[in-house]
């Protein structure tokens, strides 16, 4: 008996020990672990066959202070002090005077530094970083022009796609143009039942997409058709729906259908009716939010604008264009000439904000800064990279290995550009410890948590009901072999289970950042 009761409180004690820690995981998950930061890279030419090269450079990471993963005010965001700086020698070896354009690019902002929540205007704003360091020729301030190009989170900088974006002036595209007309057509909805929670509206788009595109900035989804496409969108009564078209409108007009939901299988009852109308030039919607106070020029605002919604266009090719804002942000840029008569040497040094990606998952957190060193590549000759990182911090991984200590922090002498980029890791412990294996939360881990729960406590009862029947036939075998010593009896039972589940880990390496457009 003593035994029996062992076992209950012993299985008892092991599911209020897994419901515990199946509570604790998903609640430990629910907060934000990782903030993306920038890439930066060197110094890079805008202008081809340039004859200069790079005799040597000495690259300086100044981290003083890790960066906040948030931030009450853009005043707050603008005191921090990490930055990076990168100081060539140039030398012309040509016979003749060589004036060239150099670009520096120093990517998105951060995603901890995006948006900024105004206390005044309680609104969350774009705050602009790019005119905090600059440009120097030996020793000297130089002037330079700040740019802005579109640029995809997440994604890495490359040569061949974002160098092209660097325009003069407005940009000239196959369709869209400053004059191009723009059809503004707003839309009512009424008579959409309350008990359709996921009513949606659509229509169906015909048109050549080298006359004709529209735009439906609050639609959820798009399907090609045999003949066209269909866009859609969750609606209900009260809702107006405004829709953009640009260059030639629709033959037929826009056509809306109501349908259950975004199957768009059903159709509803329900009207959706033309409210008014406006025409407007392509040039007026594009700078429909532009801030004079952004530091962002209007060319280059523009030139954004039209290559975000080519990136939409692009994506369907058949008229309906496709936008999510929240995958876009403004990549920032230094342009600057510098000029070298024959045989001349001279010091360039660009020093631009430095922000690392941040993993909280880590006990102390973790700090990864990348820099690209392949762009470098495109010089014709380049000698000499030096890499110091002042720090007070500990540097517990890097890319490229061969790091030496140093009263101010790390340095490493390299006789050329590595072929790895530069990576490098940085922490507040030597050794900090590693996020624990547990499951992320998401509200469905709920229903299946309270699944699991009952899993579990019905193995208990049927554990104990099992131990219960075994040790009633114990007592009702005694009993038989009491009245009959000859016979013999025997019996066997088998209780199998099984219970899993499985976690994920979140990359701690994830390059991300940007300005909403």
Known sequence: ????????????FTVLLLSAVFIQSTHANSAQRYWSGTDSTGALLKDKNCPLVVDKELLTFDV????????NSSEEFLAYTGKVTAEYTFRNPADYTVTATLVFPFGNLPHYGEYIYDSPTDKYIAVSDAEKYGVKVNGEPIDVAVHHTLKGRGTPFS????????????????????????????????????????????????EEPSKTRVLWEEKS?????????????????????????????????IAWSLYENGACKKKIDGNITLKYSEQMTFRDFAFREYDNSSGISESDWYNAQVAFLNAGSEEWRRGGIYTEKSAFSLM????????????????????????????????????????????????????????????????????????SETENGYELTLPGLPEKELTFTLSESEH??????????????????????????GGVIAVVLIIKRKKSRGKEATLKKRSKPDLRQSSASRVSGAFSSDGGFRNTRRPFGGILL
């Not at 009564?237 to 030639?248: A, K, R, S």
């Open 332 to 403: 920032r840029w230094y342009e600057y000439t510098l000029s070298l008569e024959p045989g001349q040497t001279l010091t360039n040094t660009v020093t631009a904000p430095l922000y690392p990606a941040i993993d909280a998952g880590y006990t102390p957190s973790i700090y990864t800064y990348t820099y690209l060193l392949s762009p470098a590549k495109t010089w014709v000759q380049f000698g000499e990279l030096k890499i110091v990182v002042n720090t007070p911090y500990y540097m517990i991984e890097n890319s490229q290995g061969g790091f």
């Open 1 to 12: 008996m003593k035994e029996v009761k062992r076992k209950v409180i012993t299985v008892v």
């Open 221 to 253: 989804g798009i399907a090609t058709l045999k003949d066209g496409i269909r866009i859609s969108g969750w609606t209900k009564t009260g809702d107006t729906l405004t829709v953009y078209i640009f260059g030639e409108p629709p033959k037929d007009g």
């Open 64 to 71: 003083q202070e890790f960066p906040k993963n948030y931030y």
């Open 432 to 457: 900090p410890r590693s996020p624990k294996l547990s499951i992320p939360f998401n509200p469905v881990f709920l229903p299946a948590g309270f699944v699991g729960f009952v899993l579990i406590g």
């Open 159 to 206: 040569l061949d796609e974002d160098m092209p974006k660097l325009t003069d002036g407005y940009i000239a595209d196959s369709f869209f143009r400053p004059d191009l007309p723009v059809w503004v057509q707003h839309y009512s909805v009424e008579g959409v039942g309350a008990e359709s929670q996921a009513a949606t509206a659509a229509f169906v788009l015909r």
